[in-house]
């Protein structure tokens, strides 16, 4: 059951009522700067839905590469990419990359128009990005190009903002949602360190905190925290 201002949804996808085969499958996209980031952010959400049964994208920005040539291929070998590859492979999800560079992202009107071409060829019906003042310029370039096909596409799906690296990264974030991820912490965890290249140990620690406090919060052990667009369908969250 998903909250939203501490009022309880009576439609999340785990409180309908029926089995799981005769629930609609959903479409979730969880677009991040880098590889890293949806897991960090959002691999516990991400193991609950793919549990239960329905679609998920981890879209990255761009493949951890300073310099690049365009959308990796799907035999792409560098470091970020493998290492994506087999954090979507413990989350059950799809990885997908936008074919942007790491530090020198692009938002403009071609961009836009790209990025949501993309969104709109996944038919998505859930769309998590970062909190839009995110310290990282990728975080925010990513949230803008997220908020902006959402929007061109008619609002028509779930937006919601997720939280990263609090008090080093994500900042001033009050959530609306949550999502009691106790059961799918441990692949969360697995997931963030297949990440092995971008020193886990350190970012997973603060992670582990902040979803101790979020779960502290909403009464669970560990739980991921959303902000959900006001005009954003609701009742979808796990």
């Known amino acids: 059951m998903s909250c939203i201002a501490g009022v309880s949804l009576k439609l999340g996808i785990g409180d309908l009522g029926v089995n799981a085969e005769e629930r609609r499958k959903l479409k979730v996209i969880v677009t991040g700067g880098h590889p890293g980031d949806p897991e960090y952010g959002c691999g516990g959400t991400v193991t609950r839905y793919t549990d239960a049964g329905h679609e998920v994208v981890l879209l990255y920005l761009n493949r951890g590469e300073k310099t690049c040539s365009g959308p990796a291929p799907e035999g792409a070998g560098n470091t970020r990419v493998a290492e994506a590859k087999r954090a979507c492979d413990i989350l059950k999800a799809r990885p997908s990359f936008a074919g942007q560079c790491d530090g020198h992202a692009i938002v403009d009107r071609?961009?836009?128009?790209?990025?949501?071409?993309?969104?709109?060829?996944?038919?998505?019906?859930?769309?998590?990005?970062?909190w839009p003042i995110d310290g990282h310029a990728d975080h925010r370039a990513i949230s803008m190009l997220a908020y902006?096909?959402?929007?061109?596409?008619?609002?028509?799906?779930?937006?919601?903002?997720?939280?990263?690296?609090?008090?080093?990264?994500?900042?001033?974030?009050?959530?609306?949602?949550?999502v009691d991820i106790t059961p799918s912490e441990p692949r969360k965890r697995a997931a963030c360190y297949?990440?092995?290249?971008?020193?886990?140990?350190?970012?997973?620690?603060?992670?582990s905190q902040v979803t101790r406090f979020r779960g502290v919060e909403s009464g669970h052990v560990h739980a991921e925290a959303f902000v959900r667009h006001v005009q954003s369908p609701g009742g979808l969250l796990p």
């Open 148 to 178: 902006d096909a959402w929007l061109k596409l008619g609002r028509a799906f779930g937006f919601y903002y997720y939280e990263v690296s609090d008090g080093e990264d994500t900042l001033m974030f009050s959530p609306t949602d949550f």
């Open 110 to 130: 071609a961009n836009y128009e790209t990025f949501r071409s993309l969104i709109q060829s996944e038919h998505p019906d859930m769309l998590f990005t970062h």
């Open 194 to 207: 297949a990440h092995a290249s971008q020193a886990p140990d350190k970012f997973y620690a603060l992670q």
